[in-house]
């Protein structure tokens, strides 16, 4: 099956830095990516929708000067938590959609970056 | 908006049981309905799907049927293995081209024991 990769995949900051997470489609274009974060135990939860070539639509509460999102090409989405906070700790996972023999596009997701942010 | 609820866990079974993992939803429209898993540190795979009522997604031996009288999918499987331990999320789709975002259940983690 396709393929979607994120690097890193564990990352620990200082508090006030800055992390940047990437998504990349390793075998197929993705005009569209999705970013979602996870806190322990609980479900995914869309922060924004990341778009190639246009600016990211971000979800009610989501702080879009925080967490900025650039669809440089049709394979990789970056996520970059700006002045990170401890309260920013999560699981942050991608996901992007591709086109199948139906016209229903399969979404598939990366392993997933945690950060840890003391 | 559209929901996605399903059992609370953890769920802790012997090889061979019987397992049900019940979700609902609420949608606005008509979703496609989607169960996914995640294996201990991996990403979440999908597991199976369906896109209208009364399909039954099928895959590895669990099974779901998409009940719109009932707004569910229920996740069965006849005989655990413990390689099923997993969290599984059901979630939905409002819209079945896959080009949208999905909602997810809370998860639910399942430990079989041998």
């Known amino acids: 099956g396709a393929v979607v990769s994120q690097h890193p995949s564990w990352v620990i900051c200082k508090s006030g830095t800055s992390v940047k997470i990437e998504c990349r489609s390793l075998?197929?274009?993705?005009?569209?990516m999705f970013w979602y974060r996870q806190f322990p135990k609980q479900s995914l939860m869309l922060m924004a929708t990341?778009?190639?070539?246009?600016?990211?639509?971000?979800e009610q509460g989501v702080e879009k000067d925080k967490f900025l999102i650039n669809h440089a090409s049709l394979t990789l989405s970056t996520l970059t938590v700006t002045s990170a906070h401890p309260e920013d700790s999560s699981f942050y996972i991608c996901?992007?959609?591709?086109?199948?023999?139906?016209?229903?596009?399969?979404?598939?997701f990366g392993p997933g970056t945690r950060l840890t942010v003391l | 908006g559209d929901s996605v609820t399903q059992m609370e866990g953890p769920v802790t079974l012997s090889e061979e049981a019987f397992l049900t993992i019940n979700c609902t939803y609420t949608?606005?429209?008509?979703?496609?309905l989607f169960w996914y898993v995640q294996y201990p540190g991996e990403g979440l795979q999908l597991l199976l799907k369906?896109?209208?009522?009364?399909d039954k997604g099928s895959n590895k031996g669990f099974e779901a049927t998409y009940r719109k009288e009932t707004t569910s999918f229920h996740l069965e499987k006849g005989s655990v293995q413990v390689s099923d331990s997993a969290v599984y999320f059901c979630?939905?789709?409002?819209?079945?081209?896959?080009?949208?975002?999905?909602?997810f259940g809370k998860g639910t983690r399942l430990s079989v024991i041998a």
């Open positions: 996901s992007a959609p591709r086109g199948g023999i139906s016209n229903y596009n399969e979404q598939f």
């Open positions: 075998d197929f274009q993705a005009t569209t």
């Open positions: 990341s778009n190639e070539g246009s600016k990211a639509t971000y």
């Open positions: 949608a606005t429209g008509y979703p496609s």
């Open positions: 369906a896109t209208k009522a009364d």
């Open positions: 979630a939905l789709s409002d819209r079945g081209s896959g080009n949208t975002p999905l909602v």
